[in-house]
């Protein structure tokens, strides 16, 4: 069994748009080319995979409720392949958590600084996070640089700030624990009582340097993840085997941490 922890599905474009695409954003091009969810669901059986957990995220506060409506139609269909993390934007009221909660297709929520344009520590998103500890609902976090452009707002140490201000918050820091950080990473995350996913290691961080992370953190809080469509999950596979870990570790972070945190 192998488990992606940490891929993305984009809300299916209306049958017969009319809307014409403008030049695609700066960035990598995807390394998955399939859109659909029947598309994406062959090309990753096929690489072993057995489920997915989308990371839904929602750059302004009214596209929450459209994307989390189509996560719940994932969540319902497919034969159970995906798992859902909630879209949330720190302009929406911490209430819409519970309705996310109570659903029962959510699995916990996740924040984007880059993308969203907010900085996590900023004190407004304080009684979101206090909710979701109640609610013993995980959040994971977008850790380290955005590789293409200069911000600060989800660094490594602001990850451990929310930590230390709501220690019964379940957090998952993306990327190793700081994307292209690796030494703020290892200060401020690594070690800690959080869980970080390995997506786009393969990318960023050198095989010597990913395998001392990964030695180094908690076995129990490593989790599986691809960054797919722009990461892709065989590539990632490979570099993870390739680092010759023994077949227990190996065992948590493809499938059994993931179970755990799931609860299934």
């Known amino acids: 069994m192998i488990i992606d922890f940490h891929i993305h599905m984009g809300l299916p474009q209306p049958p017969n748009s009319q809307v014409k695409k403008g030049p695609p954003p700066p960035g990598p091009t995807p390394e998955i080319t399939e859109k659909t969810p029947e598309g994406i669901k062959k090309r990753l059986t096929e690489m072993g995979i057995s489920h997915v957990v989308v990371q839904n995220f929602a750059p302004r506060a009214d596209l929450c409720k459209p994307m989390n409506e189509y996560a719940k139609k994932l969540a319902t269909e497919y034969d159970g392949f995906f798992y859902q993390y909630g879209a949330y934007h720190p302009d929406n009221p911490p209430e819409d958590l519970i309705e996310l909660k109570e659903s029962g297709l959510f699995y916990g929520v996740k924040l984007h600084p880059y993308l969203q344009r907010f900085d996590i520590t900023d ?4 009684p979101a996070y206090e909710l ?13 640089r955005d590789p293409f ?5 989800g660094y490594s140490q602001k ?3 929310i930590h230390r201000d709501f220690p019964d918050l379940t957090i998952v820091a993306a990327h ?5 950080m690796y030494d703020e990473a290892e200060e401020y995350i690594i ?5 970080i996913d390995v997506s786009v290691s393969v990318v960023f961080c050198d095989p010597d340097r990913y395998k001392k992370i ?3 953190h908690d ?3 490593i989790l599986f993840g691809s960054d797919c469509p722009m990461g892709h999950p065989q590539k990632e596979l490979d570099f993870l085997k390739g680092l010759n870990l023994s077949s227990d570790l190996m065992d948590k972070i493809l499938y059994q941490n993931a179970q755990r945190l799931l609860g299934m």
């Open 123 to 126: 004190a407004r998103l304080y």
């Open 132 to 144: 979701l500890s109640s609610l013993k609902m995980p959040v994971l976090i977008h850790t380290g």
């Open 149 to 153: 452009n200069d911000l600060t707002y």
């Open 159 to 161: 990850v451990a700030q």
């Open 176 to 180: 190793l624990g700081g994307l292209q």
């Open 191 to 195: 070690g800690k009582d959080m869980y």
């Open 214 to 216: 990964l030695l180094k």
């Open 219 to 221: 076995p129990d809080k």
